[in-house]
């Protein structure tokens, strides 16, 4: 049951993008199609799962046994930068279908905040193995519900007539996401 | 090394031309994140600043050493290595600071901003050019961060770096997330207006 809140309240309550701020250069610049958005989320979710259960490992089982945990910014940020070469190397080889559909996307993860962000706040909050899963795949199917909600609305508001010039491209996307954050908030009293 | 650019213009075009924040909108996270209040931005502004001046001095002189395949990853080493120093000293020094901040001195390391100037500036300039750079646009970043700050701060909670201006109550929903979007949409969409009465 204690997961199961876990899981509702980091994809609805306190969404990593709307609500936490993280992830919004990817949120911002890779919103402008849904197909694109959902690629784009899919690739996070497979990213953010593995880079947390091995940043958990390594933080548990190398960085506080040495004593070195002052280390954990350098020692996550080249986990990460090496898991996502791993990821792109390994899909090539096993599933060329899913590399034509995420590969783009994966370079561009290494500097994705969500994920260095998700595997520091794992540690912050004291999570098991389990717990820390649970909380790295609500945060990034949550990053993936607002990309491609923002998106489709985006895809939308591109058609629409009338809009004045100076509020075209970021600053009336912005303020739709503004207004998405503001709906996210509803979800507040949930759990 | 070609050099076009006097040391006035080098700084100055991180504060408005290209300004990291405004005009390039990169960093984002931190702007949104932490500009709840004008103190909070300008010490992101500040950590971010001595990030990348430092960042950018240690490049310029190493960047005959590194080997151009591995360019990117030494970069991101060293960015982090700073970054960490600046979380110690933070972490020792501003304690109540450090802790509103919070995640977002970590995550400095993958501010585009930093590894962007590393990149598109001290991999090609002299080290003198570099930290110039770096000041320009840490200074444009911070800038930037406090206009947010402060309009958010005033609409928020009727207050400017924790001075009262009035007993009221201010409008919540501009400390709260959506807040922050809808004031950065605005101060980009007024920007985009004055632009297109210039030209």
């Known amino acids: 049951m204690e997961y199961v809140i876990l899981l509702i309240s980091t994809v609805l309550i306190n969404n990593i993008v709307l609500a936490k701020f993280l992830g919004i250069c990817p949120f911002l610049g890779v919103s402008k199609s849904s197909s694109t958005a959902l690629g784009m989320g899919v690739a996070v979710i497979f990213v953010m799962t593995i880079s947390t259960v091995f940043t958990w490992l390594v933080y548990t089982y190398l960085l506080l046994p040495l004593d070195l945990s002052y280390l954990q910014t350098v020692t996550y940020i080249l986990v990460i930068a090496f898991l996502v070469q791993v990821v792109e190397i390994v899909m090539k080889k096993v599933s060329p279908e899913l590399y034509q559909a995420l590969g783009v996307y994966l370079p561009l993860i290494t500097t994705n905040c969500t994920i260095l962000g998700v595997a520091i706040l794992v540690v912050q909050n004291d999570f098991n193995l389990l717990k820390s899963v649970v909380f790295a795949i609500g945060n990034s199917v949550g990053f993936t519900l607002a990309i491609v909600i923002f998106s489709s609305i985006r895809e939308q508001m591109d058609m629409a007539e009338g809009m004045p010039a100076w509020m075209k491209g970021t600053p009336a996307a912005l303020i739709t996401a503004g207004i998405l954050a503001m709906a996210f908030m509803g979800f507040a009293g949930l759990v | ?199």
Not at chain 2, 5 to 28: A, M, S, W, Y
Not at chain 2, 101 to 127: D, H, K, M, Q, W
Not at chain 2, 149 to 175: A, H, P, T
């Open chain 2, 1 to 199: 090394m070609e050099k076009t650019l006097t040391t006035r213009e080098n700084l100055l075009k991180g504060i408005f031309r290209e300004n990291p924040t405004l005009v390039l909108l990169l960093g984002c996270c931190p702007t949104l994140g932490v500009t709840s209040s004008a103190s909070n931005a300008i010490g992101m502004g500040l950590a971010t600043l001595f990030v990348l001046v430092m960042s950018n001095l240690a490049i310029s002189l190493v960047k005959n050493v590194i080997p151009d395949k591995v360019r990117i990853p030494s970069f991101i080493v060293i960015i982090a290595a700073f970054v960490t120093v600046v979380q110690l000293l933070m972490e020792a020094y501003t304690p109540a600071l450090f802790a509103q901040l919070g995640l977002f001195i970590p995550l400095i390391v993958v501010n585009c901003i930093v590894l962007g100037r590393a990149e598109a500036f001290a991999s090609r300039y002299s080290a003198g050019a570099s930290v110039i750079d770096g000041l320009g646009m840490g200074l444009g970043f911070t800038l930037a961060l406090l206009l947010l700050g402060s309009v958010r701060e005033v609409l928020g909670s009727l207050s400017w770096f924790g001075m009262k201006l009035s007993d009221s109550d201010g409008m919540l929903v501009f400390v709260l997330a959506p807040g922050a979007f809808i004031t950065l949409g605005f101060i980009i969409a007024i920007m985009n207006g004055l632009k297109k009465q210039k030209s």
